[in-house]
């Protein structure tokens, strides 16, 4: 599908230069003089190559048709994640390094997104919000509750958060898979 170069946003699946292209920045710019451009930052899906291009803003682009298909993960091994649709029961495997630390957050039976490209997966999409538990974690100091002091804490995927005071050990949290952040304490 075409789109303009002013519509370019984030995370978004560009086809250029017979390659499939993510974008990782982009910024509008409107000189005094000359023409508005948009200038993109992009990564390649499969060589992890960057390129920097220019746009016009009167030129069009190819933004890349992906499917959409919602897997539950099963279980891995040394080198593939394998998930299985919940409506045929067919089963897939993909590549760790296409997951990268996605992967940690993945529990048995969480229900993902699969973005297909030319039938080949290219990405996973977890749900917004995982629940974890909290292996360790400091204690809390004293006398520091006049500023939103935050304590580091190790989660049972091995994922380092920072965490409010009152968080203990084998405390069970909500966690943001987009920020990795603390939501709140379940």
Same mark, same amino acid.
């Given at each position: 599908?075409?789109?303009?170069? @002013?519509?370019?946003?984030?995370?978004?699946?560009?086809?250029?230069?017979? *390659?499939?292209?993510?974008?990782? =920045?982009?910024?509008?710019?409107?000189?005094? #003089?000359?023409?508005?451009?948009?200038?993109?930052?992009?990564?390649?899906?499969? #060589?992890?190559? #960057?390129?920097?291009?220019?746009?016009?803003?009167?030129?069009?682009?190819?933004?890349?048709?992906?499917?959409?298909?919602?897997?539950?993960?099963?279980? /891995? *091994?040394?080198?593939?994640?394998?998930?299985?649709?919940?409506? /045929?029961?067919?089963?897939?495997?993909?590549?760790?390094?296409?997951? @990268?630390?996605? @992967?940690?957050?993945?529990?048995?039976?969480?229900?993902?997104?699969?973005?297909?490209?030319?039938?080949?997966?290219?990405?996973?999409?977890?749900?917004?919000?995982?629940?974890?538990?909290?292996?360790?974690?400091?204690?809390?100091?004293?006398?520091?509750?006049?500023?939103?002091?935050? =304590?580091?804490?190790?989660?049972?995927? @091995?994922?380092?958060?920072?965490?409010?005071?009152?968080?203990?050990? *084998?405390? #069970?949290?909500?966690?943001?898979?987009?920020?990795?952040?603390?939501?709140? =304490?379940?």
């Amino acid at each position: 599908m075409k789109i303009n170069a @002013g519509e370019i946003r984030v995370g978004m699946l560009l086809e250029y230069k017979n *390659d499939l292209w993510q974008v990782l =920045k982009t910024q509008h710019v409107k000189p005094g #003089k000359g023409g508005a451009f948009a200038q993109v930052e992009m990564k390649s899906v499969g #060589k992890n190559t #960057k390129l920097n291009e220019r746009f016009r803003s009167s030129e069009t682009v190819e933004k890349a048709s992906l499917e959409e298909i919602t897997f539950n993960y099963l279980y /891995s *091994d040394e080198n593939n994640y394998f998930f299985m649709n919940p409506k /045929s029961f067919e089963q897939i495997e993909i590549k760790k390094n296409i997951v @990268g630390e996605k @992967g940690k957050l993945l529990t048995e039976n969480l229900e993902v997104l699969v973005c297909f490209y030319n039938d080949n997966a290219i990405s996973i999409e977890l749900p917004n919000q995982v629940n974890c538990k909290i292996v360790s974690t400091d204690a809390a100091l004293k006398g520091q509750t006049v500023s939103s002091s935050y =304590k580091p804490a190790v989660l049972d995927n @091995g994922i380092k958060v920072q965490v409010p005071p009152f968080i203990e050990e *084998d405390d #069970k949290i909500i966690l943001d898979t987009r920020t990795l952040e603390y939501v709140k =304490k379940i």
